[in-house]
């Protein structure tokens, strides 16, 4: 039997309670309890992508731990508000490896992001620049997907598989 020593799942017998679109099947969503670890993980991120953003607009590159988390916050709002619909969390992903990984990432940051960044914009009372809306984007997919893959392989080893 399969057994996940980082999250949640704890045997196979666990694992077939998911179905395919990473539903419970007694109908419950998945949410960031679900696998706490990954759930530290993302907000860690988050907090890594907000950090080097205040540290690369600082004239000394100092970081202010208030405005990293006024800027993670919209973010960390969206990410693990939406996860329940988007399934961020799901136990489905633990059996698919780093592709599973990556394309239950993308789910979760085509929803969140854009959202993290309109929110950001209605608690600044401003919408925000095009280019930090690109730099956005594309911080946080590397950042996001970086830190789940190295969680999935790190999850791999500890189970002694490969993919």
């Known amino acids: 039997p399969r057994i996940h020593k980082l999250d949640g799942v704890s045997s196979t017998s666990e694992q077939e ?4 679109e990473g539903e419970e099947q007694n109908g419950s969503l998945s949410s960031p309890l679900d696998k706490p670890v990954l759930a530290a993980a993302d907000f860690a991120a988050i907090m890594v992508f907000a950090a080097v ?3 690369s607009h600082a004239a000394d590159g100092s970081i202010d731990i208030g405005a990293v988390l006024q800027v993670a916050f919209p973010f960390l ?5 939406t996860s329940p619909l988007t399934n961020i969390y799901s136990q489905t992903d633990q059996t698919n490896g780093i592709t599973g990984s990556i394309q239950t990432t993308a789910k979760g940051w085509i929803v969140a992001i854009p959202l993290g960044c309109v929110l950001r914009g209605v608690f600044k009372g401003y919408v925000p620049p095009a280019p930090f809306v690109i730099v956005t984007m594309i911080a946080t997919l ?6 789940r893959v190295l969680y999935t392989v790190v999850e791999d080893k500890l189970n002694g598989s490969e993919e």
């Open 17 to 20: 309670k998911v179905n395919a």
């Open 53 to 55: 953003g205040k540290a």
């Open 77 to 81: 709002l969206s990410w693990f508000g």
């Open 142 to 147: 590397i950042i996001l997907g970086g830190t």
